[in-house]
């Protein structure tokens, strides 16, 4: 009697265990408030464990993982980070490949775990080492998102011929220059390929399983909407809350071959997405009034929908060159400030917070030992590692650059202090004469607003001197604190003046 017992108890726990992760899940309703801070991390990289510094982790040597990369969760939680979305953890192809661990993107199974990211002196299972790591996410009120990638690897195109689109020849698709994968065959509106559904609903099945909240779905846009409509109908009839963001901007234009289908972001929004990556990632090259212009075009597009939506602000990715190689230090803190006091969902890539560069001593070099059919130690240069078993990403050799990093936390810090008057207030550009200088003010909906002034110089090359700004009205006993600059900024009556350091931003909060 008392072991029939025990077993139920142990079944009902298990059930409730399932039942209330999901139940627990709110990172739909937080994304959808711009409240949604998120860090991408490569689970191969996050906590490997690089004991010779050579920065490339020996076979002697231990990679990341699922079970070490819980250390460093408390850490990343102090940076202000709530929301974490992890790289592809699915089986990577060792055919064809690009570096020596193969890409994250060249998926080869839909329903397993990347061995590559398993601890292999653990005694739990590769799912539930996933599971764990998820779990302990969640204690810390972090929530998990995981990667969907767009293409199958060559071994899976090898196994599985018909989830693949071929040509003429019967020849499978390299969509332009990635060159390690092969275009899936989704089929189209009218025609559905049901074969690849079903492996997307297997994927979607297996995270919702180890405690995920969400999923990045990579180049969303090659997809047809209607295999969309499918796939979040099928999650959200699981959970609810269960968030879908898709790796779609608004300046694509076409797809990566002319064998894809092609679904604009506005198109992928109505069919489930909650959100797409503004293009914000071309600030390295605007000027001000440009920049402007991106923000009033996303918040006049996130009121366009019957359902709520937003966007996150893709500044730096996995895709993008590091700013500091770009700009120097100076972008990354112009870069962590913006995205506190703007009013859409914060996202940066692991090592960003640190002012990484993503250089590697060994890059593109013969490897001493691989795991693929590719001998070199393929790299982006200045871009996160995706190709093999490299660093954490905390600056290499340079180590940590403190700048950047005590602006991140201080600007995530302001951005959780002041989140009603950022995701609530108003958004107003302010005029300047330069355009390279872009000014603007977040301001609460009262008589006597609360208001956040910002601006920035776009020119990394040179210092702009005797910037005036004209300010709404301000009362007399408003109080003004500078938060991020200088100190040049000086506001008296309705006018701001200041000088800009190239790539310097300031920002000034004028309370009650």
Request: overall charge negative.
């Amino acid at each position: 009697m008392i072991k029939r017992t025990a077993l139920v108890l142990a079944l009902l726990v298990s059930f409730m265990g399932s039942s209330f992760a999901g139940e627990n899940n709110d990172l739909r309703t937080k994304f959808l408030n711009n409240q949604a801070n998120i860090l991408g991390i490569n689970i191969r990289t996050f906590n490997a464990q690089d004991t010779n510094g050579n920065e490339i982790i020996d076979e002697n040597e231990v990679s990341g993982n699922f079970i070490n990369a819980i250390e460093r969760l408390d850490e990343i939680k102090e940076l202000g980070i709530n929301t974490i979305h992890v790289l592809p953890i699915t089986p990577v192809g060792k055919l064809k490949a690009l570096g020596t661990a193969g890409s994250l993107y060249a998926i080869s199974g839909f329903d397993k775990i990347n061995e590559q990211l398993v601890d292999k002196t653990s005694n739990l299972s590769p799912k539930d080492q996933a599971k764990k790591f998820i779990d302990e996410c969640h204690k810390r009120g972090i929530k998990v998102v995981i990667d969907l990638p767009s293409c199958g690897s060559y071994d899976l195109f090898l196994k599985r011929p018909e989830l693949f689109i071929k040509d003429d020849k019967n020849i499978s698709i390299v969509p332009t220059d990635w060159t390690d994968v092969r275009l899936l065959n989704a089929g189209n509106n009218d025609k559905l390929n049901q074969d690849v559904l079903d492996e997307h609903k297997k994927f979607i099945d297996m995270i919702i399983a180890l405690g995920a909240d969400g999923i990045r779905a990579d180049v969303a846009t090659i997809k047809p909407s209607k295999f969309w409509e499918e796939i979040t109908k099928y999650a959200r009839e699981k959970d609810s809350e269960f968030l879908f963001l898709a790796e779609a901007s608004d300046s694509w234009r076409e797809p990566p071959s002319k064998y894809a289908e092609f679904t604009p972001y506005d198109e992928l929004l109505k069919s489930g997405f909650d959100g797409y990556y503004g293009s914000f990632f071309n600030l390295k090259d605007w000027n001000a009034n440009e920049f402007i212009e991106h923000i009033k075009f996303n918040n006049k597009l996130l009121k366009s929908y019957n359902e709520p939506k937003s966007v996150i602000m893709s500044f730096t990715t996995h895709d993008e060159v590091s700013p500091v190689i770009l700009h120097g230090a100076d972008f990354s803190v112009m870069i962590s400030w913006l995205e506190a006091v703007l009013p859409y969902n914060p996202y940066s890539i692991d090592g960003f917070p640190y002012g990484d560069e993503y250089i590697y001593p060994w890059a593109n070099g013969k490897a001493k030992y691989t795991q693929t059919d590719d001998e070199t130690y393929f790299v982006h240069r200045g871009k996160l590692d995706i190709f093999n078993f490299s660093r954490t990403p905390k600056g290499g050799q340079k180590g940590i650059n403190e700048q950047v990093l005590n602006n991140f936390k201080n600007a995530y810090k302001f951005r959780d202090e002041n989140i009603d008057l950022i995701t609530k207030g108003e958004f107003t550009p302010l005029k300047t004469d330069d355009e390279k200088i872009f000014a603007f003010m977040i301001s609460s909906k009262e008589k006597h607003p609360e208001r956040i002034i910002v601006l920035g110089n776009l020119d990394f090359k040179n210092t702009k001197d005797d910037i005036c700004v004209k300010l709404p009205r301000l009362h007399k006993d408003d109080f003004i604190e500078l938060v991020q600059g200088d100190g040049s900024m000086q506001i008296h009556k309705r006018k701001l003046t200041t000088s800009l350091t190239p790539g310097e931003i300031e920002i000034a909060k004028i309370s009650k």
